[in-house]
């Protein structure tokens, strides 16, 4: 999604916000701009460079026509209203007023009616109008604190602005209303940015915007208001995690970087939800969810978008075979809209990565509103969903920066198994045994993920020959099905290779058609209990040509080496681990297929990282 990055200072900022758009690349975008006010003899003006495209193309744009200035906004922007032009590229003008923005207005067609008479308008963007307004404000006889804060009062939708006027000199404006907006603290400077990654080597103390609050912030200070306009004192955070975690390293791409990173990243998960040295899980007191009991709680309703989504249709496997507890899941965007019936003993965990996404926290807040217990399972502990959840449960995997997920949907899994197993032994469906033997699998995952990437230069090979495919199928049973509908997500979202998963029993009532020679099938299936079944469908759609991809271990390997051309062959794991631990070989699949056909594997396409609108 959009991008924003501001600074308020004495030193010149334009290169400085250039870098901290580069922060923000992994958030996906098609087009680029700065705007910062310059001073010439003693007068100011308000000048801007966009580009299409990437940032690459506004530095050179810069280079050849340099700005520069002690005050100034950027923007990366993924288009919402309007094409991608250079036109509609953010900072947007008008009269004294350049704003950034992210997110959407939704009464912009009414408003700009409003001023049609008296305003013209350049672009097709919803953000275009808040400036206008702005600049009509200040003609009125506003000053420019004034001007935003009458303009903020009149904007429905959601958004996060960031504003520089001209003859309003040292300062900037800003306001949070949906997507977050962190301000950094400096030292005779300030600045806000999308979050605290683009910030990172600016400040490490942030302050993050509530809901409806706006600021002004000047070389010196800041003054948060909130939405009646008070003066208000927000907690500063001291940033203290590493951002060496946004650095590359020597990996071609984030993406291959994250999924290397899985074994160290799901350690971390498990640090937080297990007590390894005395083989038990933690308790929910334990864990800081002081007034859960897993005992009360009558459902889970589980609410996610995309990755995070198919985690949580594993865990629906595990906190009914293991707590003997209903679990729904369901895909936050037909979550509230379908008017859910809702009981008053459910526990609503949302699910996300990065704690923002829009359709996700208006479910979280749907069911809060409807007076559910409400957790979050979440990666960006300081993000709008931990702030606003009852309970905010950590998976600590660190930064993800390429928009498909991985070591996020690891360590997803990896803390809703542990929190299953707490719901199962506190529910009284799981003894001390089995409870030791089950953390003793837990504790196991790192080393077989290690193992399992063993497997990166089999996989390439095979990846060369899917990138020849025009389509493809991904099959599982249980647990395994939601691993093969993630599969089909990650091949098609970074490869833009057509691909389904299918429950494998299903494939005969109807996708089946679509199997012809050479189409490739990617079978997952470890040697459990329901491994010849699903070997059955593996026949299915080989006798009518599929080229089989099959997933599984050393003994399903044998039993089914004449039936497959290709087998991966995954180390031995426990029945409950090994979702986390194939969820290794999908991933890598996929990546080495995107590398093959030459896609931007880290920002592909079309998608966002932090899908910050509906
Ligand atoms: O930040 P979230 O986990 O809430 O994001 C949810 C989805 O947008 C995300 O998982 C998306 O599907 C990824 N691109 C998948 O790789």
């Not at 949070?176 to 400096?186: D, F, N, S, T, Y």
């Not at 979050?376 to 390429?402: C, F, H, K, Q, W």
């Not at 429950?503 to 109807?510: I, N, T, V």
Request: charged share 20%; glycine share 8%.
């Amino acid at each position: 999604m959009c991008g924003i990055i501001g600074i308020v200072g004495s030193k010149p900022v334009a290169g400085r916000l250039i870098d901290g758009l580069k922060r923000l690349e992994y958030r996906g975008y098609d087009s680029a701009g700065i705007a910062v006010i310059e001073e010439t003899d003693g007068l100011s003006s308000l000048v801007r460079r966009r580009a299409k495209g990437k940032i690459v193309n506004l530095e050179e744009r810069v280079k050849l026509e340099p700005v520069d200035g002690v005050l100034g906004i950027a923007h990366t922007r993924w288009a919402t209203h309007g094409a991608v032009t250079e036109t509609n590229a953010h900072p947007h003008f008008a009269g004294r007023v350049g704003i950034v923005h992210n997110g959407i207005i939704e009464n912009f067609t009414e408003l700009r009616e409003a001023l049609k008479e008296t305003r013209t308008f350049n672009t097709q963007t919803d953000t275009e109008v808040v400036a206008h307004m702005i600049d009509e404000a200040m003609r009125a006889g506003m000053s420019g604190q004034e001007a935003f804060s009458h303009t903020l009062k009149q904007l429905r939708g959601a958004f996060a602005i960031g504003v520089v006027i001209d003859g309003v000199e040292g300062q900037m404006f800003t306001a949070r209303k949906g997507p977050p907006l962190a301000i950094g603290i400096g030292d005779g400077e300030n600045y806000i940015g999308s979050d605290a990654i683009a910030l990172s080597t600016l400040s490490k103390k942030i302050i993050y915007l509530e809901e409806g609050d706006w600021a002004v912030l000047t070389a010196d200070g800041v003054q948060v208001y909130d939405a009646d306009d008070n003066p208000i004192e927000r907690e500063i955070t001291h940033i203290t995690g590493s951002m060496a975690a946004a650095e590359k390293g020597n990996y071609r791409h984030f993406m291959l970087k994250e999924i290397y990173e899985q074994p160290e990243t799901t350690a971390h998960t498990l640090t937080h939800y297990i007590d390894a040295f005395n083989h038990k899980v933690k308790t929910e007191d334990e864990l800081g969810l002081k007034g859960l009991d897993f005992n009360r709680v009558e459902r889970v309703s589980l609410i996610a978008c995309g990755t995070a989504a198919y985690a949580a249709y594993v865990a629906k496997y595990w906190f009914e075979q293991l707590a003997s507890l209903p679990c729904d899941v369901d895909v936050a965007s037909e979550f509230r809209y379908r008017k859910p019936a809702l009981s008053g003993n459910t526990l609503a965990i949302a699910v996300s990565q990065s704690g923002e996404t829009a359709d996700t926290l208006a479910a979280l807040r749907y069911c809060k509103q409807n007076g559910l217990q409400t957790g979050v399972l979440v990666n960006v502990l300081s993000s709008t969903m931990a702030r606003e959840a009852d309970y905010a449960m950590p998976i600590n995997a660190g930064p993800e920066i390429g928009v498909a997920s991985t070591k996020a949907f690891t360590s997803q899994l990896t803390a809703l198994l542990s929190l299953a197993i707490t719901a199962g032994a506190q529910r009284g469906f799981i003894d001390a045994e089995a409870e030791k033997s089950l953390v003793e699998s837990l504790t196991h995952i790192p080393r077989h993920i290690n193992e399992t990437l063993k497997l990166d230069g089999a996989i390439e090979e095979l990846a060369q020959k899917l990138s020849t495919a025009k389509s493809a199928f991904y099959l599982g049973r249980g647990v395994h099905y939601p691993l093969a509908l993630e599969g089909a997500l990650k091949l098609k979202e970074i490869s833009y290779i057509h691909a389904e998963g299918y429950a494998a029993g299903e494939l005969k009532h109807g996708p089946i058609a679509l199997i012809e020679e050479g189409t490739p099938v990617i079978v997952i299936a470890p040697s459990d209990e329901l491994f010849e079944k699903t070997i059955s469908n593996l026949q299915e759609v080989a006798t009518r040509g599929a080229n089989v991809i099959l997933i599984t271990d050393a003994k399903g390997a044998k039993y089914a080496k004449d039936m497959a051309p290709h087998i991966i062959t995954c180390p031995d794991v426990s029945d409950i681990t090994a979702p986390i631990i194939y969820a290794i070989t999908i991933q890598l699949l996929a990546y080495h297929t995107a590398v093959h056909l030459g896609t931007d594997v880290d920002q592909p396409r079309n998608l966002a990282k932090s899908v910050t609108v509906e």
